[in-house]
């Protein structure tokens, strides 16, 4: 019998030992560049995936004085806006900052930073923020929302026993009319 025809009384399904030898050679669990490359890429995906569900409720649900979405077409890279909260000395101001999420997201927190300055000794001059949310009391469960919430409360309550500037928090404990006062013109002359 030729090597091309079959023998019409073996299945052709069945497995045979040269079979079961190549099965066993080409299948063996090996971690390959490959491999690491494609598992990199799934925990990727997965934050992508995250992300956009939360864009999608930040869309439908809002969060009151917040808005958030991507920068551009990049996922990964947010811009923010937060109304300065009624009664508080930030009362009239629009907040811009900027989100980045890297691909451990939400495993880990996103880098969150204003853009537009503010007067607060919780937050410096190139705008980083000193938010136990952010930092240790991180959940992977903490949504895009709820920074953004945190956020707002931050404005409306300082919290000066955490100061990122000290010379502010002394300020605040020292002269709180003059701190409001400064924070009010600060507002004034840089987010309105």
């Given amino acids: 019998m030729d090597e091309d025809q079959q023998d019409p009384n073996q299945d052709p399904y ?8 190549l099965r066993n050679r080409y299948s063996s669990p090996v971690e390959t560049k490959s491999s690491k490359w494609h598992s990199k890429i799934n925990g990727m995906g997965a934050s992508v995936r995250r992300l ?9 649900h809002p969060p009151a004085n917040c808005s958030a979405g991507p920068k551009g077409d990049n996922i990964y890279q947010w811009v923010a806006t937060i109304l300065g909260p009624a009664g508080s000395v ?17 495993f880990k927190p996103p880098t969150v930073t204003f853009r537009t300055r ?7 001059s190139k705008g980083a923020i000193c938010l136990d949310l952010l930092n240790e009391n991180w959940s ?4 895009i929302s709820q920074i953004l919430q945190s ?5 409306k309550n300082c919290i ?12 605040y404990f020292q002269d ?17």
């Fill in 151 to 155: 956020i707002c409360n931050l404005l």
């Fill in 118 to 124: 503010v007067y607060h000794c919780n937050i410096n």
């Fill in 52 to 60: 956009q569900l939360e864009l999608t409720e930040l869309t439908l």
């Fill in 140 to 143: 992977p469960t903490t949504t």
């Fill in 176 to 192: 709180k009319s003059r701190h409001d006062e400064i924070a009010r013109q600060w507002t004034q002359r840089f987010a309105t």
């Fill in 14 to 21: 069945a497995e045979t030992d040269q079979k079961q030898s």
């Fill in 90 to 106: 930030y009362q009239g101001g629009v907040f811009f900052l900027e989100l980045e999420f890297t691909n451990d997201y939400p």
């Fill in 160 to 171: 000066p026993s955490k100061p990122l500037v000290d010379n502010i928090a002394l300020l």
